[in-house]
């Protein structure tokens, strides 16, 4: 299983995060899970399918490097669900 987690915070807007997760399923596929919402709130879920692991490992950087380059930043724990003052 790889976990990329990303958080954003910007002026007074509700901090945001982008989580990707690469998860092998029971069919000797790769599946793509990638969660994106508000802190505090629901998220967006959406999954992707990729026959091995090198294609969906290059799926998932894609989507952490798009993320970087709108201001998110990896964090290695999970952001704090209460906005901070």
Do not use: K
């Not at 490992?57 to 970087?68: N, P, V």
């Amino acid at each position: 299983m790889i976990d990329i987690l990303l958080h954003r915070r910007r002026n007074d807007l509700r901090a945001r995060f982008v989580r990707v997760e690469i998860i092998d399923n029971l069919f000797g596929e790769y599946t793509l899970l990638r969660e994106t919402g508000a802190a505090g709130r629901q998220g967006c879920t959406r999954i992707s399918w990729y026959a091995n692991l090198r294609e969906a490992c290059l799926a998932a950087e894609t989507l952490r490097a798009r993320a970087q380059r709108q201001g998110y930043r990896l964090t290695r724990a999970s952001p704090s669900l209460r906005p901070q003052a």
